[in-house]
């Protein structure tokens, strides 16, 4: 049998896909979500239901705060609409989160592509030409988006933050750094108005289908595949190659409620041995496919072999990444 000890797991959360029952409120059901997850995997995604009709409720951000307030293990990884969103705000809502869950924070970036794009171009109006609804444009602004971010929670030096009660200042401000980004669609000066969050770079994860581009993937930290008709094995092959070498960790998403659960630990050995990182466990309907993954598919997996990741506090850390290093600081030295 395939050693699957090591391999990830993660657990893929629709924000929009949860339907809140008037009389209880989101804050019940999402309490209970929070109990039955921390602890039985490394990290929870939530995807954002930016702009959709039948979206409600908190966006992802807002709600990762909340669980993150209420769990004490699993690793939250924040959706975010980022070729739409202000990056400058996506980032301080991440580092926020990296602060509030004491190191377990993480950005799923989301581009909003073909009609979901045109979704959210009539949700927010037409003002000045934005939003740029053209496909290579809305590529473009998400690439540009992350590496603003991530300059972003880079823009603090660790130790920026002094309070020395004799010269009464509370920042030394040559540990605060202006990033500059001139792009084609936008431009952020900075530095962040949030200190350098506790784990340097939150975790930053995305989704790679066939036929994207794998720039995205590339400046990643895990990507979640979904290789389509060719196979995982091809797939992986492929991103390796179109990454040169700058490969993320690589998950499969894996869609709950489909085949037994004796069915999928095969599966995930077949793609432990192919060189998967990991598995991201997709409930597509969390009321009914919670149970089902706590209940029977987790237990399966486990006497299968499959077991936690890396051993750390931060998700970082048992995701097994490397100390995040500030690249003003690493300059200036």
């Known amino acids: 049998m395939t050693d699957m000890a090591g391999l990830r797991l993660g657990i893929g959360l629709d924000v929009a896909a949860l339907k809140i029952p008037r009389d209880t409120g989101w804050q019940a059901l999402w309490g209970t979500v929070a109990d039955r997850i921390d602890g039985v995997a490394d990290f929870v995604t939530l995807e954002d239901g930016f702009a959709r009709p039948e979206g409600d409720g908190p966006d992802a951000a807002l709600l990762a705060n909340w669980l993150g307030a209420r769990?004490?293990?699993?690793?939250?990884?924040?959706?975010?609409?980022?070729?739409?969103?202000?990056?400058?705000?996506?980032?301080?809502?991440?580092?926020?989160?990296?602060?509030?869950?004491?190191?377990?924070?993480g950005l799923l970036v989301q581009q909003l592509r073909g009609e979901r794009a045109a979704e959210a171009g009539r949700a927010i109006g037409r003002?000045?030409?934005?939003?740029?609804?053209?496909?290579?444009?809305?590529?473009?602004?998400?690439?540009?988006?992350?590496?603003?971010?991530?300059r972003l929670w880079d823009s603090w030096e660790d130790d920026a933050v002094i309070r020395d009660p004799e010269s009464q200042r509370f920042l030394d401000g040559a540990k605060l750094h202006t990033i500059g980004f001139k792009g084609a669609g936008f431009s952020v000066l900075g530095p962040s108005i949030t200190p350098r969050p506790p784990q340097g770079q939150p975790v930053?994860?995305?989704?790679?289908?066939?036929?994207d581009d794998p720039a995205l993937a590339a400046a990643a930290d895990l990507v979640f595949l979904r290789p389509g008709a060719e196979g995982l094995a091809s797939f992986l092959a492929k991103l390796r190659e179109r990454t040169e070498g700058r490969g993320p960790l690589r998950f499969a998403d894996v869609p709950v409620g489909r085949g037994g659960a004796a069915d999928l630990a095969a599966q995930v050995a077949d793609w432990s041995a192919a060189g998967l990182d990991g598995i991201r466990?997709?409930?597509?309907?969390?009321?009914?496919?919670?149970?089902?993954?706590?209940e029977t598919i987790l237990p399966a997996l486990g006497q299968a072999g499959f077991g936690p990741g890396a051993p750390g506090t931060t998700l970082r850390e048992r995701l097994g990444l490397p100390a995040a290093v500030n690249r003003y600081a690493a300059a200036a030295a």
């Open 71 to 105: 769990t004490r293990h699993i690793g939250i990884i924040a959706g975010a609409p980022v070729n739409f969103l202000e990056p400058f705000h996506v980032s301080t809502a991440i580092a926020t989160l990296d602060y509030v869950t004491e190191g377990r924070a």
């Open 127 to 150: 003002l000045g030409g934005f939003p740029v609804l053209d496909p290579a444009a809305l590529g473009r602004d998400a690439l540009d988006a992350v590496e603003v971010i991530r």
């Open 204 to 211: 930053v994860a995305t989704t790679f289908a066939s036929g």
């Open 281 to 294: 466990l997709d409930l597509r309907d969390p009321e009914i496919d919670l149970s089902e993954l706590v």
